[in-house]
């Protein structure tokens, strides 16, 4: 999702893993289209439909352990220690 990659590969959210689901969440569409494999910065998505990935990723957030985020084009990846992501994470909210 545009806020975090979970650790969704088992379970319903399966089709998930590894993709940007930000616009199907939203849209409650689960066609491949909606289902991106690279960064989705949703600038199209109106202002009730923003509000659904923010509750999306609230619950996921609760039910799923957090493993990255994905990157913008032509962001860097960095290494950071289980902590400093988690913190790096939580300024994103």
């Known amino acids: ?9 088992t379970g319903p959210y399966g089709i998930f893993a590894g993709r940007d689901a930000s616009r199907g969440l939203a849209t409650f ?5 909606a289902l991106r494999d690279e ?3 949703l600038s199209d998505l109106n202002a009730v439909q923003m ?3 923010r509750e ?5 957030k609760e039910k799923y352990d957090y493993v990255g985020r994905l990157l ?10 289980d902590e400093e992501d ?3 994470h939580n ?3």
């Open 1 to 9: 999702m545009r806020f975090a990659q979970s650790d969704v590969s």
């Open 72 to 81: 913008k084009p032509g962001e860097e990846p960095s290494e950071y220690t």
């Open 86 to 88: 988690t913190k790096d």
């Open 51 to 53: 509000e659904s990935v």
């Open 91 to 93: 300024k994103q909210d």
């Open 56 to 60: 999306w990723e609230m619950q996921f």
């Open 39 to 41: 960064y989705d910065d």
């Open 29 to 33: 569409c689960l066609d491949k289209d």
